[in-house]
């Protein structure tokens, strides 16, 4: 596609169930980054794939959260056990290369609300 | 480690007139620097970029920043501010060897008509 595509856009889920968030990086872009934006704050770094290699997960907040990109393309975010304070806009983005000179871009995000 | 620092949580502007976003970096050299904007419910767009050469540089939409390295700053600026800008506007650093950026705060932009 043209750009970076997330799904779904919104989640709603109660407290203690799993969830599973979806990027679709721009094609052929190496590089796959997680950020996690709560309300009014920055983005801020969860993971970081390049290709199907999951090279940095420093920013993961707990082992309840998981990422995946088996085929170097679509990467999945999975919450389990989700809690209150999970709420928060997740943010995928992808670049072309590695390095942190390349600009990254950035998907609209998916909306997590725990109750 | 890096760091970013975005000291004006919110300013507002009449529309027309010119506009400043203020941006402060901690980094052992020289990173490399973006400018985001958010509109709501939307994700991030680059607006531009610094990697090296000419300390001034042009965006889209009309943007230009200036990197002053005395002053680890990389403001943004607009000489005449339009109704559409209005939007969250986030500064942030990528070092040469790494792969993710760290964002600052960000700053939020009102528009008065």
């Known amino acids: 596609g043209a750009g970076v595509s997330q799904s779904p856009r919104y989640k709603v889920a109660k407290r203690g169930q799993d969830v599973a968030l979806r990027c679709d990086p721009i094609?052929?872009?190496?590089?796959l980054f997680w950020y996690q934006q709560a309300l009014g704050q920055g983005p801020e770094f969860l993971t970081y794939?390049?290709?199907?290699?999951?090279?940095?997960k420093s920013g993961l907040p707990s082992d309840r959260f998981f990422a995946e990109r088996p085929e170097g393309s679509v990467s999945t975010l999975k919450i389990q056990r989700t809690q209150q304070e999970d709420s928060a806009v997740y943010l995928c983005?992808?670049?072309?290369?590695?390095?942190?000179?390349?600009?990254?871009?950035f998907g609209d995000g998916t909306r997590l609300s725990i109750l | 480690a890096q760091s970013v620092t975005q000291p004006d949580i919110h300013i507002t502007v009449s529309e027309g007139a010119s506009l400043e976003l203020r941006c402060n970096y901690s980094?052992?050299?020289?990173?490399?620097l973006f400018w985001y904007v958010q509109s709501p419910g939307q994700g991030l767009q680059l607006l531009l970029k610094?990697?090296?050469?000419?300390?001034l540089v042009q965006g889209i939409k009309g943007f230009e920043a200036e990197f002053k390295r005395s002053q680890s700053s990389f403001n943004l600026r607009k000489p005449s501010v339009h109704w559409s800008d209005a939007a969250e506007y986030f500064c942030?650093?990528?070092?040469?060897?790494?792969?993710?950026?760290?964002f600052g705060p960000g700053t939020r932009l009102s528009v008065l008509p």
């Open positions: 094609s052929g872009h190496v590089s």
């Open positions: 983005a992808s670049s072309l290369v590695r390095g942190g000179g390349q600009p990254q871009h």
């Open positions: 942030a650093v990528g070092a040469p060897a790494g792969q993710n950026f760290v």
């Open positions: 610094y990697f090296s050469g000419d300390t």
């Open positions: 980094y052992g050299a020289t990173p490399y």
């Open positions: 794939f390049q290709n199907e290699a999951q090279l940095d």
